[in-house]
């Protein structure tokens, strides 16, 4: 096990109160839905003081938390996955509108245990109907987990 402190089960009242608690506080909206809620996405925009069409980093951070640990007590790598999309994702839909991921590929580097993870997307080339996305991951630490690189379809 990676983590001599992660417990062998998820607390299940903890697991069950979070849950309830997603599940009352959701809406089907950006940054609201139940996913983002669920894996507790905190999401920020830079440069904070830029026109939304003109801003070029979504970063997305939160907890590692039993319930997003795999068996050997590090972050799993589809809770990796799914915040990076999400980060690549909320960006395209803050600049441009609603867009689809068409492929990610994902390059893990090192295990994310305990703390805060943050990661943000950016635009690699933002096109018309294409665009290539970058996705980074960071541990507490500030050290490099994860890298993601993605193709989406513009609205």
Not at 5 to 25: C, G, M, R
Request: some cysteine; aromatic content about 8%.
């Amino acid at each position: 096990m990676m983590g001599n402190n992660i417990p062998k089960k998820v607390d299940e009242s903890a697991a069950q109160a979070h849950f309830d608690t997603v599940l009352n506080d959701h809406e089907q909206a950006f940054e609201k839905f139940f996913l983002a809620r669920f894996l507790g996405l905190d999401f920020e925009y830079l440069p904070g003081d830029a026109a939304d069409a003109d801003k070029d980093t979504c970063r997305v951070s939160f907890e590692v938390t039993d319930m997003l640990r795999n068996p050997q007590g590090s972050l799993h790598g589809g809770a990796m996955a799914c915040a990076m999309d999400i980060s690549m994702g909320h960006l395209v839909n803050k600049t441009q509108g609603p867009g689809a991921t068409i492929e990610m590929k994902l390059q893990f580097m090192r295990p994310v245990v305990t703390g805060r993870a943050t990661c943000e997307g950016r635009f690699l080339k933002s096109g018309s109907s294409i665009s290539f996305m970058e996705s980074r991951l960071w541990d507490a630490q500030g050290k490099l987990a994860t890298i993601a690189t993605a193709t989406w379809k513009m609205p």
